[in-house]
């Protein structure tokens, strides 16, 4: 990281401790069940205080992005991850196959829903529409670890390809999951099912009749259909 850069981040993080509020700050780890502290910034007011520090970082030609976003992830208050990914959002074009690896650790540091499923449905969903061939390997690498934020991954990734969306893979990584007693797990099979039925009715209605769903699974996958 060079020096501007970092002048830059850590003038954004002293910034957002100057306006700090401990009352939102406990109300929002409470939310998110005491995992993460928080300054306690609401996204508005998050939003006010990161743009100018943001703007500044887009204009350092020799920025590394997996620099920033791993100096902003690294901070204990959960707006640092936020803002890394509002970062990292506007990078798009400079990202190569590569970057998947960044990807990969910001869904498994520091996991949660609110970083995981944004990561997972914009990022590297996004990253896939470029990069195509490395949706296979990737989606067989994250079904044998052992990380269901991973897995989570790889049912919701196709949900913003609308009717582009590949159903043999989806269904595929549903059926591997429908016995899964996790909770965000069957989550994403009911939150992807509905998602596709949006486009395909029929094929979901007949997924459902045809397989055994959790009670959390199915209530959200019948949602539109």
């Known amino acids: 990281m060079t020096k501007e850069v970092k002048v830059i981040l850590v003038a954004l993080i ?8 401990l009352y939102q700050a406990s109300r929002m780890k409470a939310y998110m069940r005491d995992r993460y502290e928080f300054f306690g910034l609401q996204k508005n007011v998050r939003a006010e205080i990161y743009k100018p520090f943001l703007a500044q970082l887009w204009k350092v030609k020799d920025a590394n992005i997996e620099s920033v976003v791993k100096f902003l992830w690294a901070h204990p208050c959960r707006e640092c991850q936020y803002v890394a990914m509002e970062y990292i959002a506007k990078t798009s074009k400079q990202w190569t196959p590569e970057t998947l690896s960044l990807f990969e650790y910001m869904i498994t540091e520091k996991s949660w829903w609110d970083t995981v499923d ?8 996004k990253l896939f529409q470029k990069y195509p061939e490395l949706i296979r390997p990737s989606v067989k690498k994250w ?10 991954t790889s049912i919701i ?3 913003k390809y609308a009717d582009k969306t590949d159903e043999q893979l989806l269904f595929k990584q549903c059926e591997k999951y429908l016995d899964s007693k996790e909770f965000f797990l069957q989550k994403a099979v009911g939150w992807a099912l ?7 009715p029929v094929s979901v209605r007949n ?16 949602k539109y259909i």
């Open 14 to 21: 002293t910034e957002m401790e100057a306006n700090a509020n």
């Open 118 to 125: 944004l990561v997972a449905s914009t990022f590297v969903g």
């Open 143 to 152: 079904n044998a670890q052992d990380d269901f934020w991973l897995h989570r």
């Open 157 to 159: 990734f196709q949900l």
């Open 194 to 200: 509905r998602q596709h039925s949006k486009y395909y």
């Open 207 to 222: 997924f459902v009749a045809n397989h055994k769903l959790s009670t959390v699974s199915l209530r959200e996958a019948k």
